[in-house]
């Protein structure tokens, strides 16, 4: 294998495999039903375990040959030093000269490591302890507001990772949170947002924080200015505090912190320094939820549980590293993403988590996996050779079953899916009436609901034949409406009950999975100049939009026709 990360990357429809790939593509038949039926084993040699993940990829449209044409093509490539390059520290990420390190981040702190003459785990260990004390302040009731009440409510203000983590972390850990505190998100610039937030908060237990690395992120920081302003006014509006600078410099003092580097700007806003928790700039937004991003979470769940979170990551870090890549989760559904991304034709992904918790996970994914790899030029500025990212979608089981499962059995759309559940609940509940036919009374109604996750799974697989439709007594005319072509490929998780750190392997598990992706197509996964042009267009028309006519003039016909529609609407 390659010892050291190329400067440049490989082309990958150069190499051999690429080649073969193509071939197997072009001859490949799925069959699903028969490779079972010829294969008695083919479930057991396509299962793996990672950390506390079963991982049954024996439902995806491979032979041993198309997957040995992957497992070299990762070789081919040089994964496995770009994968070791990553964790030692190096600068892979190329266009921003940065380390990537968010698996630094939960490393326990007795393994050293030193990137650019820094003692990185000390470091991380420094800011994690920081971040423990304040929760147990807030947790213990020791944080106090102005009037003396203790946190019952935290804001987090944030956008990007700042806010797609901690939320989705926080809903899927629900039942960890302690008792008598609630988080709340704000991350939407739309001032519906942070009004429908602070609508029935009581001001003197209420805690914001304003998560931005640089406190200068436009939403962020528009947010954060409306939550003091109606801090400010219902305090006063309570008697709580004088309407005085001084009432209100310690309002702000009392209930706000930050997660920031730029403490000039933190203490610019009001909040002390001190109370402000940083973060490196070898983490991005999108890699972040077990960094001081996840402030929120850690006050909610406590040290112990965000401790169990981070362990969790390392659990799948250490798999990713050390694994043989024929054995390594990540690197296998990393590989065949790129399968049917490059070779099968589809263009979506969809993820399907039967677990409520995980409403937010699909979501989360969107911006880890699109965010990293929608790109088209490699690390090294050329044009990319090949076809990269997908869009990820999903919801919730049964509600998708109930929307948008029709497209992905029927469909003509080739749609890759992946499908998450937990054997234990965290609400086991009973139906007590049951149906009188397929469901009994006092039946297990996780057992109900996993039955539908291991149907579906068993459907988009093998499907229903024009024979097994006619032979339930079908009208012949019916028939080719009821027929299921099956072979729509599907990979399998399953996770012992929805943990701290189950949740943190999960996540991890797809950071690799984007990872392996962008490896392959020669990409920098790791920054994303694509939101930039955007934001900064904002910026230049917000003027425009609030009257001046020479910033109007300055754009062209069609966003300077609907700007003025704008601006006689609001009149």
């Known amino acids: 294998m390659t010892s050291e990360p190329a400067r440049v990357p490989v082309d990958a429809t150069t190499t051999p495999a690429w080649g073969s790939l193509t071939e197997l593509s072009a001859n490949l038949v799925p069959d699903l039903r028969g490779w079972f039926a010829a294969d008695p084993d083919r479930a057991g040699r396509f299962t793996h375990q990672a950390a506390d993940l079963h991982v049954d990829l024996s439902k995806n449209l491979v032979t041993d040959e198309v997957l040995a044409a992957l497992l070299a ?36 702190s007795d393994q050293p490591l030193t990137v650019d003459d820094q003692d990185v785990s000390a470091d991380v260990a420094d800011e994690l302890a920081k971040v423990y004390a304040f929760a147990e302040k807030v947790r213990s009731g020791e944080w106090t507001g102005v009037t003396g009440e203790p946190v019952r409510t935290i804001v987090n203000i944030g956008i990007g990772g700042s806010d797609l983590g ?7 850990l629900e039942p960890y949170v302690q008792d008598g505190l609630e988080v709340r998100f704000v991350s939407n610039i739309d001032p519906t947002d942070v009004a429908q937030k602070t609508a029935d908060l009581d001001p003197t237990t209420t805690l914001f924080i304003v998560a931005s690395k640089t406190f200068g992120t436009l939403e962020t920081l528009t947010n954060a200015r409306l939550a003091r302003d109606w801090l400010w006014r219902s305090l006063v509006a309570a008697g709580a505090i004088e309407d005085s600078e001084e009432g209100r410099s310690d309002a702000v003092a009392k209930h706000f912190v930050a997660v920031s580097t730029a403490l000039d700007k933190v203490a610019a806003f009001g909040i002390d320094p001190a109370n402000a ?14 960094s001081a991003i996840g402030t929120s979470l850690a006050v909610a769940i406590g040290p112990d549980a965000f401790a169990d979170f981070l362990a969790g990551f390392h659990a799948m870090d250490e798999h990713f590293r050390t694994a043989p890549l024929d054995e390594n989760v990540p690197v296998l559904m990393g590989l065949l993403n790129v399968w049917y991304t490059n070779f099968r034709d589809a263009h979506t992904h969809a993820v399907l988590p039967y677990a409520q918790q995980l409403h937010r996970f699909p979501a989360y994914l969107q ?32 509600n998708g079953q109930h929307a948008f499962y029709q497209l992905i059995h029927q469909g003509t759309r080739l749609i890759p899916a992946d499908f998450i559940a937990v054997a234990n609940p965290a609400y086991p509940l009973a139906d007590a009436v049951g149906d009188g036919g397929a469901v009994e009374a006092g039946a297990d109604v996780h057992g109900l609901f996993l039955a539908n996750f291991f149907a579906q799974t068993k459907a988009l697989a093998f499907g229903k034949t024009a024979d097994e439709v006619r032979a339930e007594g079908v009208a012949e005319e019916l028939v080719s409406a009821k027929v299921f072509s099956g072979n729509r490929p599907t990979t399998s998780i399953l996770a012992p009950a929805l943990t701290p750190s189950v949740l943190g392997q999960l996540v991890a598990l797809y950071e690799h999975i984007t990872f392996v992706q ?27 939009v609030a009257g001046d006519e020479a910033a109007l003039a300055a754009q062209d016909p069609s966003t300077a026709a609907l700007i003025a529609r704008y601006r006689e609407l609001r009149a």
């Open 73 to 108: 093509l990762a070789d081919e490539v040089g994964l496995v030093a770009r994968r070791d390059a990553m964790f030692a520290g190096e600068h892979i990420n190329v266009t921003e000269d940065r380390a990537v390190l968010h698996t630094a981040l939960r490393r326990p």
């Open 367 to 398: 911006q880890l996996t699109m965010e990293s790899n929608g790109k088209s030029v490699r690390w090294d500025g050329t044009p990319v050779t090949t076809g990269t990212g997908e869009v990820f979608w999903g919801e919730p089981g049964t």
């Open 518 to 544: 962008g490896v392959v197509w020669g990409i920098d996964s790791f920054d994303q100049w694509g939101v930039e042009l955007g934001k900064k267009l904002a910026l230049e028309i917000a003027p425009a």
């Open 166 to 172: 901690p939320v989705m972390a926080y809903e899927a």
């Open 277 to 290: 928790f940083g973060f490196w700039d070898w983490v991005g937004g999108r890699y972040s939820v077990d």
